[in-house]
């Protein structure tokens, strides 16, 4: 019963530390903000996470490996390469529709220096699992017939990363979310096939 208590409870200092990094950055909430929305004091924080670079160690480790599972999960359901990356590109605006907040990883690539050896780790982990799955679905895509693709499958994949946090980060200083969706249905249009190019797959 405690180990099931104290794991739901690290869960939720972890569910309100995502939440605030994701909204003021790293270096812009404490545990203080923390004890206050799971309403817990601050040495029971401490208890799980001895300090703020074990929190965002934990904290990026856990994003990575949901992130890297949704992508899986992607894969299993659209056979189509075309659904697979407006899919992706739709979770990522639930998050500037949320009050202009960022995904995690793209909010710490600004403060990379001020991170834990580990935390970095998990960070590159994350760039390289996305870059890959991008690179493997565009592949798949232009195989297939289904995607249009200028360039190496891996220059292509670098530059839709970039260009998917890019917009994030633009939407979120302008205040504009319709910077976000308008980058996004632009990458989504030029990866498009044409009708000739179907009829003649």
Known sequence: MNKNNNS?????????????????????????????QVEIRKASIHYHFPSKSDLVIRLCERYTNQFTERLVSLDQKYDDSL?????????????????????????????????????????????QETE??????????????????????????????????????LSRATGQKSHYQGIADNLLSQLRVTESVRLTA
């Not at 569910?15 to 923390?34: E, K, P, T």
């Not at 690539?109 to 001020?114: G, S, V």
């Not at 249009?148 to 998917?164: D, E, K, P, T």
């Open 8 to 36: 739901s409870t690290a869960e939720r200092i972890l569910d309100v530390a995502q939440d605030l990094l994701q909204r003021n950055g790293y270096n812009g909430f404490s545990y203080q903000d923390i004890a206050h």
């Open 83 to 127: 659904l697979r990356i407006r899919e992706l590109t739709r979770f990522f605006a639930r998050m500037v529709r949320d009050k202009e907040k960022l995904c995690p990883m793209t909010m710490l690539t600004a403060e990379i220096e001020a991170l834990p050896p580990n935390a970095k780790g998990h960070l590159q982990r994350f760039v």
């Open 132 to 169: 890959s799955w991008l690179e493997r679905t565009l592949e798949y895509g232009s195989q297939h017939k289904q995607l249009s693709v200028a360039g190496s499958y891996q220059a292509q994949s670098r530059l839709m990363l970039a260009a998917i946090q890019g917009a994030m980060l």
